[in-house]
């Protein structure tokens, strides 16, 4: 079921302002302009090697920027000026610490295997000795958020891989960012199991979560996105609210990678 749509508008959690990047001569990021809202969920869709996942790793600072920069909560990420204005590099530990404020959750999930489901949601809030950190309890009940309370002693072989990228979720929120970053999560799991992820994050929408994802997802885009990006050879070439980028207003482009990619069943994503 479609959730109600909030408004591109408010309080700016990201911020990207002219960012370029480039691999050698491959220029990946041409002067992308983005803004996400706080409580907005961003969706960013697009053809292999539009940019997307590497326009999400610039968010986080895991890919520096060539020109232009990242705000997160108002901080340039990765960098501060100096007295001339210019951009320096921050040392990793202070990088590290930005981090923080943004979850990210990959394709292949990345939990440790010799930890339980219940030990790779600890890890990092207990590792890093934050003020704040949540205790077994807290973590028993973000497992039970995304569905796990039971698979909690549990290890990541253990587990289907709808199941270990849940946790993974539940991992991401525990450090409480101020977003949270998906790179393609259902890309890795069987058919099958795609719809209990989405549902997770249709969820975390509801509870009014700052999230940009990158997906190939069309059900995502459509019924959870407060806003669509559409990527193409580094650039953003359309966005916009989901019924107008992907409806029947679509630009020709758009089209033609919705005939591509839409494989949706007729099951909405349950939220």
Do not use: C
Not at 106 to 125: D, G, I, S, Y
Request: proline share 6%.
């Amino acid at each position: 079921m479609q959730r109600p749509r909030r408004e591109h508008a408010g309080t700016p959690v990201v911020q990207v302002r002219g960012v370029d990047k480039s691999f050698g001569e491959n220029r990946v990021l041409a002067d992308v302009d983005l803004e996400v809202h706080e409580g907005e969920v961003v969706v960013v869709i697009g053809p292999s090697g539009s940019g997307k996942t590497t326009l999400l790793r610039t968010l986080n600072h895991l890919e520096s920027v060539d020109a232009g920069r990242v705000e997160i909560n108002g901080r340039l990420m990765g960098y501060k000026l100096d007295d001339d204005g210019k951009p320096r590099g921050l040392p990793d530990a202070e990088v590290s610490r930005q981090r923080r404020e943004v979850g990210m959750v990959f394709q292949r999930f990345n939990l440790f295997p010799h930890k339980t489901a219940l030990e790779n949601v600890l890890l990092a809030p207990n590792a890093l000795r934050l003020p704040d950190a949540i205790d077994r309890e807290g973590a028993l009940d973000l497992l039970a958020r995304v569905g796990l309370r039971e698979h909690a002693e549990k290890y990541p072989h253990q587990l289907s891989g709808g199941q270990q990228q849940r946790v993974a979720i539940a991992r991401a929120i525990a450090m409480n960012p101020k977003v949270l970053l998906f790179d393609e999560p259902t890309s890795a799991l069987d058919p099958e199991l795609v719809g209990e992820v989405l549902g997770t994050i249709a969820d975390l929408a509801d509870e009014g979560r700052t999230m940009v994802v990158v997906t190939h997802e069309m059900r995502l885009a459509r019924d959870v996105a407060d806003w669509v990006v559409f990527m193409e050879d580094g650039r953003i070439v359309a966005q916009g609210p989901p019924d107008e980028v992907l409806g029947a207003n679509a630009t020709p482009r758009v089209a033609r990678f919705l005939q591509q990619v839409d494989h949706e069943t007729p099951q909405e994503v349950q939220s």
